[in-house]
Every structure is written in C-alpha cells, then in structure tokens.
C-alpha cells in the first residue's frame, strides 16, 4: 500500500483554521470537521464550505470530538474531566463530570456499536464505558497512561497504551483486551514483521513518553504515531504486518515541511499529535517550535 503527501499547511502562533482545517481537529461521521485547540481551549465546527461555528463551553484542555446515535455533538476535555454535549443549535451541558467519578483527567470520547460512550483516564490508565445519560455502567482498568482510544471498523474499541509501548484492543461484547502491537519495551524495530513484535520510540524525561497518537481506517489498517521516533507506523488489518509509512529520521523541530514535498517518508515529523483518518486520508498534526506546526495530509496511492 503505497501513500503520497497530498498537502501540507503550516500553523503559526495564533492561527486556528487554515483550508478549511485546524492544525488539530477530527471529521465526524457526518463529514463536518471539528477544529479543536487545546491549549486556547477552542472548538469550532468546520462545514463543508469552510464555514467556523465557535463552540461555547468552559472549555479545560479539550481533546477530542464525536457524535451520539441522535446527532449530538460530545467534546471530551483532559482539564476538568469534564464530557459537554450539544444540541443541534450547539447549546452546551454537561454530560460527565469526570471528578463525580473519580477520575483525573479525560482523554478521548468514543461513541461505541451500542451508542454508548468510552472514556479514556490518561494518568489513571482506566476506560469508562458511560450511557447517553450520562449513567456509569462499567470500568476497565489494569493499563498504562492511555494516550488515545478509537473505534474500528469492526465495532471494537482500540487503546494506545502508551507508557506500555502497545496497542490493545477491546472486545464490548464480552470486555475482553487482545493485543495488537508493542514488546512492551522502547525502541524502534519490527518493520516487516508482525506488529506484536514490533517497539516504539521512548523520552522517560518528556512528560508524554511513547507512541501518542492511534487511527485507523475503514479496512481495519492501524496508525501509530510513532512521537520519538519521529514516524508514522501501519498495522495491517489482515496481516498484522507493522512497517513505516511516513517520517523521516532525524528530525528538526526547527524546519517547517517543504509545501512542495510529495513524498512522505522524507516528512519532518518532530512531534507527532493525535491523527485523523477520513476519506482515504490520514491528517498527521506535527509541533514545531514556538508553538507552530505542520499538518501533513497523506493521500492513499494504490
């Protein structure tokens, strides 16, 4: 499977949407993109004419964005634990407050096949399954720092178990975790191989150690943000097969993207943030310095 940068957009200090993107952000299901800034605590809803809906909240860090069975829109937030939902005219009310349930931060809101939604606890390393109500129905706990939490295409709910170097996945029908890639060790190997047998990249003194980033595609194919190696890894639905697609080795947080570049292995891919994938693209946000970034838009080439 072949991939080519279909286009890269640099974000200045102060920029939020660019071309009908942010630098961070995630398309929902229904096509509309969600422009998220997590540090200015900004939402804003992207439609398809490159028009900007700001959210209105008390936004505390927010993460991530999905859309309930009924339409409504839910923006999880890492700050206060805090998981807003909105109506079709955007007005905002608490769904979750985290701290009623003990945790200390949220991560990802994952809507699952049942409508229900999944939490992640980052610093707690647990997963919260809540219904549209808001109503506790059960915790899974026993991982590591979780950086992220997708839904794939088979309906199962996929872990970035980060500070474990792995990917693992959960079964809803039955809760049981599979592993899907990681020794369990730092490092950077097992391209060619099964991804089990495969190691990310580490940093024990940055604050975020491990892989950070997790996507996957309508064919049940896995992205890795691969953050201190400085690459993008695949996993193969199929296969399970692991291998580079995107990065280039070393890197410089000083050196923005060539706009020209096509080829995506020669990417300047410092800091890897959370990916999207929609439309046969995978939206890759990379830091740079001074609070500037990259987004680098692959395009699949079969």
């Known amino acids: 499977m072949l991939w080519t940068v279909e286009a890269v957009v ?3 200090t102060g920029d939020f949407v660019k071309d ?16 998220i800034s997590h540090q200015n605590h900004r939402v804003s809803l992207v439609d398809g004419t490159g028009a900007v809906d700001e959210l209105s909240a008390p936004f505390s860090y927010p993460m991530y964005a999905d859309l309930l069975d009924d339409g409504s829109l839910i923006v999880s937030n890492f700050g206060d634990a805090h998981l807003y939902s909105f109506d079709e005219r955007l007005r905002a009310t608490v769904l979750v407050d985290g701290k009623e349930f003990g945790l200390a931060d949220m991560g ?11 939490v992640n606890e980052v610093t707690g390393g647990r997963i919260r399954r809540f219904d549209t109500s808001g109503r506790l ?3 899974l706990d026993g991982f590591g720092w979780i950086y992220d939490l997708r839904r794939g295409p088979d309906d199962r709910i996929y872990v970035l178990e980060s ?3 792995a990917v693992r996945v959960v ?25 089990v047998d495969a190691s990310f990249g580490g940093d024990e003194a940055a604050r975020f150690n491990g892989p950070i980033s997790l996507s996957l595609d309508e064919r049940g194919n896995v992205f890795i943000g691969d953050r201190f190696n400085h690459v993008v890894r695949m996993v193969y639905g199929e296969s399970g ?12 947080a000083s050196r923005s993207n060539d706009v020209e570049e096509r080829d995506p292995l020669r990417l300047n891919l410092p800091q890897i943030s959370s990916m999207d994938y929609y439309d046969e693209r995978l939206y890759v946000p990379t830091d740079l ?4 970034g990259d987004l680098c838009v692959l395009r699949r080439d079969e």
């Open 20 to 35: 009908g993107l942010s630098h961070f952000g995630f398309h929902l299901r229904d096509g509309r993109f969600c422009a």
């Open 241 to 252: 097969v692991i291998e580079t697609i995107a990065g280039a080795v070393p890197a410089s």
């Open 108 to 118: 990802n809101c994952v809507v699952g096949p049942d409508g229900c939604i999944w």
């Open 289 to 292: 310095a001074g609070e500037a």
């Open 163 to 165: 500070t474990n170097f």
């Open 137 to 139: 129905i059960e915790t």
């Open 10 to 12: 640099h974000f200045d």
């Open 171 to 195: 079964d809803p029908a039955n809760a049981a975790v599979m592993h899907v890639a990681g020794t369990g060790r730092p490092g950077y190997s097992g391209d060619g191989g099964p991804a």
